[in-house]
């Protein structure tokens, strides 16, 4: 049974990056992205659920300017940090709260989401807001786990997607208005399940455009 019960990502902010599988599952991603797409000097981005920034920082280089949104201001506070630290002229984030009625703004030729949809109650909206901010001949990238029966998580709090069918998502990027609709393996985690078995849980990227 889903756990609705909000977790406390600033909590976990200051620890975050002290595990290396995520870190290396970033990794992992963007050489997946890069694969199915084109990432150039031209582009402008937004990473959904940028959390600490350990996907948005190894973008950065490869296109304009990248914006990480999240709902956590203890991320936001780590993620400010390395940009201020590492002086990344090109990274700025944005503070945003779905639960309290905010909406995605700005225009970007590539929008992305690493192991946060999970999270997101109803994503049917997400997606049609992603649709409108997504320029013309952009495209939408979503990481996320294939169906892991709720034992990827020890606390399943605020998780209300145990993974995702591949095909039913395949629909909610349809009905969002993207086309060209492609999904790959893109990493696997080696981790304890809730039981303390050491199990492969599987991460796809799905990719879509907006024509």
């Known amino acids: 049974m889903t756990n609705t019960k909000k977790r406390s ?8 990056d002290e595990k290396p599988g995520r870190i290396q599952l970033a990794k992992d ?23 600490t920034g350990l996907l948005t920082i190894q973008l950065a280089p490869f296109v304009r300017a990248i914006t990480g949104v999240d709902n956590s201001r203890g991320m936001l506070d780590v993620f400010n940090a390395k940009i201020a630290e590492r002086k990344l002229d090109t990274v700025n984030t944005v503070f945003m709260d779905l639960d309290r009625g905010d909406t995605l703004t700005g225009r970007y030729d590539l929008v992305l989401s690493n192991m946060t949809v ?14 409108q901010i997504t320029a013309p001949g952009g495209y939408l990238c979503i990481s ?11 606390d399943n709090s605020g998780v209300f997607h145990f993974g995702f069918d591949r095909i039913n998502l395949r629909r909610v990027f ?23 078995e050491i199990r492969r849980f599987t991460v796809f990227l799905m990719t879509g455009r907006k024509r």
Not at 144 to 154: A, E, I, P, Q, V
Request: proline share 4%; hydrophobic share 45%.
């Open 29 to 51: 991603i963007v050489h997946a992205i890069s694969k199915e797409i084109v990432l150039t000097p031209e582009m402008d981005v937004m990473d959904f659920g940028c959390g």
């Open 144 to 154: 996320d786990l294939d169906l892991d029966d709720g034992r990827f998580h020890d």
């Open 174 to 196: 349809a009905e969002a208005g993207f086309d060209d609709i492609r999904d790959t393996d893109a990493a696997a985690v080696m981790k304890p399940d809730v039981d303390g």
């Open 118 to 131: 999970h999270h997101i109650k109803e994503i049917a909206p997400l997606f049609e807001q992603f649709h």
């Open 9 to 16: 990502f600033d909590e976990e902010a200051a620890s975050w």
